[in-house]
């Protein structure tokens, strides 16, 4: 049915000389029915994977399969695929209902079927008592839902969302990503959602593709990207405050950072120089006097539910998650820093791959 196939798919922009390369190479492979967000930051190549898919941009190289069938050659419009964009652009003369059903209109769907169809889709998206408003009568929240709804009501094998969110204030950002799960939950829809948004790429995701500078970085579960990033960069863009990331010498349970000697709760995976990843919430406050590492504190948020505390271990910088109900060291305190062997991440310096476990 509607999976996605990604095959060593490159994109050029220009022509001879003044061509540049954007998309290196880049292989995926999306289930029917599975919902896979691409995040990146600004420039990365997103929009531009989704665009390759959609049919809006030719591919310089590789092919790309929906359902099965190679798409490389074929017009967007034949893709069965529906997009839904940023900028969603209703018509401003139609009911809610006439923009709903332009599509199938033009497409020469029956009148009846076209009935059906947007009375379904009305109703996943509570939109049933709006039909007869014009777009400028509806808040940017329910001109949204239009906008998925006429995505809908075409009944494709694939959705392509591209930062469909952006234009919407926090709250209204949160409460159509929950519309967004359960128009999942009920469509079962293969889709592919692109975001710069780390947070709702992992709320959304059931897998997430980590794209940097044209590259897939990594792909799966928000748990697997979040409690095994397979590179730095992924350590540093999933999750917030970052992955703290120390660069040093690696020497079994001793780890030197910057000519500062620091006891590891176990061996390093190999000798020399090595990037030890560690998440803030799993270095603890050690009460044990100076048996941990030193963390002298710089500065602290507190944010409610917790507190950030933000201080060096020798001269890299170093942030903690504690619980907001804990007492605070204060900034000028030296503390004393501990964790469990199995939060330690390694990663290959020159490489920046992840190593070992
Ligand atoms: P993202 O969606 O991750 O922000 P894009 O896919 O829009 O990134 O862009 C990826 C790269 O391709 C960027 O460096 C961008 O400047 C470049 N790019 C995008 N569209 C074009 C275009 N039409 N012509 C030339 N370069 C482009």
Redesign the pocket.
């Known amino acids: 049915m509607g999976a996605i196939a990604i095959r060593n798919v490159v994109?050029r922009?220009?022509m001879g000389a003044r061509a540049?390369q954007?998309?290196h190479g880049v292989n995926a492979e999306i289930g029917d029915g599975e919902f896979v967000v691409i995040v990146?930051?600004?420039?990365?190549?997103?929009?531009?994977?989704?665009?390759m898919v959609a049919g809006l941009?030719e591919i310089s190289g590789g092919e790309i399969a929906i359902a099965g069938r190679v798409v490389n050659d074929i017009e967007p419009a034949q893709r069965d695929i529906a997009m839904v964009f940023q900028n969603y652009a209703l018509y401003p003369h139609m009911s809610v209902f006439e923009n709903m059903a332009y599509g199938l209109k033009i497409a020469k769907v029956p009148v009846a079927e076209i009935k059906v169809r947007v009375d379904k889709a009305a109703r996943i998206l509570e939109l049933g008592a709006l039909l007869q408003r014009r777009p400028r009568e509806l808040s940017g929240g329910q001109r949204q839902r239009v906008a998925m709804g006429r995505a809908i009501v075409r009944e494709p094998q694939v959705f392509l969302f591209d930062?469909p969110l952006s234009n919407l204030d926090a709250k209204l950002r949160a409460q159509t990503r929950l519309e967004i799960q359960k128009l999942h939950h009920e469509l079962g829809v293969t889709s592919l959602f692109?975001t710069?948004d780390q947070v709702e790429a992992m709320t959304l995701a059931q897998r997430m593709i980590v794209?940097n500078a044209?590259r897939l970085e990594q792909i799966g579960t928000p748990e697997e990207v979040y409690q095994r990033p397979a590179t730095t960069f992924v350590a540093g863009f999933i999750g917030s405050p970052p992955m703290n990331l120390l660069r040093g010498q690696a020497d079994g349970a001793q780890f030197s950072v910057a000519g500062h000697g620091l006891a590891l709760p176990a061996a390093a995976p190999r000798a020399g120089e090595l990037i030890l990843g560690l998440r803030p919430e799993h270095a603890v406050l050690s009460r044990s006097g100076n048996a941990g590492w030193p963390l002298k504190v710089e500065m602290i948020e507190m944010l409610g539910a917790e507190r950030l505390v933000y201080g060096r271990v020798g001269d890299s910088l170093f942030t903690l998650r504690l619980d907001g109900t804990l007492a605070p060291p204060k900034s000028g305190d030296t503390v004393s820093l501990q964790m469990a062997a199995q939060h330690l991440h390694w990663f290959d310096p020159t490489t920046t791959a992840r190593v070992g476990r």
């Open positions: 994109k922009y220009g540049q954007v998309i990146g930051p600004s420039g990365c190549g997103k929009s531009t994977l989704l665009r941009e930062e692109v710069h794209m044209g």
